[in-house]
């Protein structure tokens, strides 16, 4: 067996200065490369996420045309005015001007990761009339029909979320049931094949719902006083 | 300053070739297996990783040509890395800027380009010894092979998992999607399905080959 030994030439050592110096020019390249991609793609990516939720807004209000930015502070439901701090809702308005009702934002944890929606709540018939999901990892295929599927997107044409008598929360807990097995308005029909994604679903809107619906019910006067803009 | 030694490739067809079939990353080499089974669960989401790959094994590889004579060899690899996620970070925002939806589906997989053994290797074997243009050529003919076989995947998987091909039904109401092709062992399916068939192809043709010189099939 022959056995091929290669003397490699010696090299002089890098000083580490050269080193040194690479290092710096490269990241100082790449801070600088990175700095113009961000800046120059900011405003696109602010327009488009804002796009997003507004097409979500008057997906999840069938009929609406304008609607108003809200925050839900601690004292309850107020215009969005510069400086207002917490959650954010918006309020649809049909083309008469009259008050279609209130996307509101809800999440819960899929199967992947946390599932972020937005729900259309109408007040005059106290129900869910809209859903959308914003942001899911889900399995395409399956666990994203809870935003695909036209037979389990009917169950939030007019899903119930009434008001118990004192006003607190909702009279029923929005719940998901066996798909065929609904038998109640605020049941939701469940979807073979997207089991735990549709779960996740009626837990993020009940658990929303039970927050927000009664701070819409009580400040309808400030949904009223909103003025939409086209 | 201790580089790498440069060995020039001079330009002809097979640098770009080589990538498609010869030198594949994904049928051939079995590189950057992990975006290769996670997103070709739709023809989309292969064609726009492909696309993504190939944009930033290009630009690293271009970048780390023209600075092959100024980066020693003992920083080499941290140096690739930093280029490497420069432009994986100019394809996030991009993918961000041009759709949000797009940005969704492809999840976690465009910031994990970065750990994609595909471009550091190029970086590593090719880029830092070859010439300006026969790297840029190599590199798209690569990043060319690698999106060939991400759609593939996706196509058969999107097909046969889903009944669609780019969202466009294809089959009717009756069509029971198989749906364990969209799910990650259908991503081991359809990659094993297609190395079986290439090395069949493969085998047949060097059988070919003796046959045509003479050597009879079962020797050696």
């Known amino acids: 067996m022959n056995i091929k030994v290669e003397v490699q030439a010696q090299q002089p050592a890098t000083p580490s200065w050269a080193m040194l110096r690479t290092l710096a020019g490269i990241a100082l390249l790449s801070g600088l490369l990175v700095v113009l991609i961000y800046q120059y793609t900011k405003p696109i990516i602010a327009e488009n996420q804002r796009v997003l939720t507004e097409q979500a807004v008057f997906e999840v209000l069938p009929g609406a045309v304008t609607k108003v930015d809200l925050r839900l502070t601690d004292a309850g439901l107020s215009p969005a005015d510069a400086g207002t701090e917490g959650l954010r809702l918006f309020a649809g308005f049909n083309a008469d001007g009259t008050l279609r009702g209130v996307a509101f934002p809800a999440a819960a944890r899929g199967y992947q990761d946390i599932i972020e929606f937005l729900f259309g709540y109408d007040p005059a018939c106290a129900c869910i009339i809209g859903s959308k999901v914003l942001r899911s990892t889900e399995t395409p295929g399956l666990g994203d029909k809870i935003d695909t599927d036209p037979a389990f997107l009917q169950n939030f044409e007019a899903l119930d979320a009434r008001l118990n008598a004192a006003g607190t929360g909702l009279a029923n807990a929005i719940v998901l049931v066996k798909h065929g097995t609904k038998t109640e308005p605020w049941q939701i029909d469940g979807i073979s094949g997207a089991t735990i994604s549709g779960n996740a679903m009626a837990r993020a809107l009940n658990q929303s719902a039970q927050q927000i619906v009664p701070v819409i019910q009580r400040d309808r006067d400030v949904l009223s006083a909103a003025t939409p803009r086209p | 300053m201790a580089n790498l ?111 994609n053994c595909v471009i550091l290797g190029r970086a590593e074997a090719y880029a830092s010894k070859q010439r300006l243009h026969t790297t840029l050529i190599n590199s798209l003919g ?79």
């Open chain 2, 5 to 115: 030694p440069n060995t020039t490739e001079n330009l002809s067809l097979d640098t770009f070739v080589r990538g498609l079939w010869r030198e594949n990353p994904v049928f051939v080499m079995l590189l950057g297996m992990c975006p290769v089974l996670a997103v070709t669960n739709t023809t989309m989401n292969a064609l726009a990783m492909g696309l993504a790959t190939t944009f930033v094994l290009v630009c690293s590889s271009v970048l780390v040509s023209l600075l092959r004579n100024w980066i020693p060899k003992q920083v080499r690899i941290a140096s690739y890395i930093v280029i490497i996620a420069t432009f994986v970070t100019i394809v996030d925002y991009g993918i961000q800027a041009i759709s949000l939806e797009l940005y969704a589906a492809l999840g976690a997989f465009i910031q994990l380009i970065v750990a």
């Open chain 2, 142 to 220: 690569m990043g060319a092979g690698f999106t060939i076989a991400l759609l593939s995947l996706g196509t058969v998987r999107e097909v046969l998992g889903n009944g669609t091909l780019l969202g466009i039904p294809l089959f009717g109401e009756n069509f029971q999607p198989w749906v364990v092709m969209i799910l990650p062992p259908g991503g081991f399916f359809v990659l094993g399905t297609w190395l079986l068939l290439f090395n069949w192809l493969r085998l047949r043709k060097e059988r070919k080959a003796l046959q045509h010189a003479g050597v009879p099939a079962n020797a050696g």
